[in-house]
């Protein structure tokens, strides 16, 4: 079965970066892209950007270019999202999903369990 | 991008139908069918309940249906229950990038 797992709570102070790691297993973790999703307390969601796991092409949200790297290892069919320059406004539950449809329009299915991440002096 | 408009809640008793609306602007929803919408109850992940403006994914109730006119979505749900007590959101693409809807609480009476 399709399984997203992803990595664990973490605490960060501010300017500081983040990793957030997303292992797919159950699937051919090359074919579909994963897209980052991000949602902070009590508020809505908000798209980060995808990853397309063959190629490693990436497509960011605007908000993010600069700030955020998407990448992915093969070898053990995992997913990054790393975030820099970290703010207290970045405190949130970081999220990756897969694209079930052939072009990453957000038809996701599969999500990990989240990643809460705590920017806090 | 801006985020797509969506009332901050709608509510509606057990049996009855309800319609939430997600309006975009020419540069998402008016110009793609690749609208979905999203189901979430409190501390889980959210949940696609429909994709590509009006399809369902297998396993979602067919109480859940989806439609489009202009630069605004709408997500119908028939004969509420008890469980479909949960946020909603819609998301777009939107060329390069794609947004979502602020989220909608449904309550069920």
């Known amino acids: 079965q399709v399984q997203l797992v992803q990595s664990g709570a973490e605490v960060k102070k501010p300017g500081a970066s983040v990793k957030v790691s997303c292992k797919a297993s159950?699937?051919?973790?090359?074919?579909?892209?994963m897209h980052w999703v991000r949602q902070a307390p009590g508020q809505g969601l908000e798209w980060m950007g995808w990853?397309?796991?063959?190629?490693?092409?990436?497509n960011y949200a605007q908000k993010f270019q600069g700030r955020v790297t998407m990448t992915r290892d093969t070898s053990i069919s995992t997913a990054y999202m790393e975030l820099s320059r970290l703010r207290s406004d970045d405190t949130a539950v970081y999220y990756c999903?897969?694209?079930?449809?052939?072009?990453?329009?957000?038809?996701?299915?599969?999500w990990g369990q989240g990643t809460l991440v705590t920017v806090s002096s | 991008q801006s985020a797509l408009t969506q009332p901050a809640s709608v509510s509606g008793s057990p049996g009855q139908s309800i319609t939430i609306s997600c309006t975009g602007t020419?540069?998402?929803?008016?110009?793609?069918?690749?609208v979905s919408w999203y189901q979430q109850h409190p501390g889980k992940a959210p949940k696609l309940m429909i994709y590509?403006?009006?399809k369902r994914p297998s396993g979602v109730s067919n109480r859940f249906s989806g439609s489009k006119s202009g630069n605004t979505a709408s997500l119908t749900i028939s004969g509420l229950q008890a469980e479909d007590e949960a946020d909603y959101y819609c998301?777009?693409?939107?060329?390069?990038?794609?947004?979502f809807g602020g989220g909608t609480k449904l309550t069920v009476l």
């Open positions: 999903a897969r694209e079930e449809v052939a072009d990453p329009e957000m038809a996701t299915i599969y």
């Open positions: 159950g699937y051919t973790f090359t074919g579909y892209y």
């Open positions: 990853i397309n796991p063959n190629s490693g092409g990436t």
């Open positions: 020419s540069s998402d929803v008016g110009s793609y069918n690749l």
């Open positions: 590509e403006v009006s």
């Open positions: 998301c777009s693409y939107a060329g390069s990038s794609t947004v």
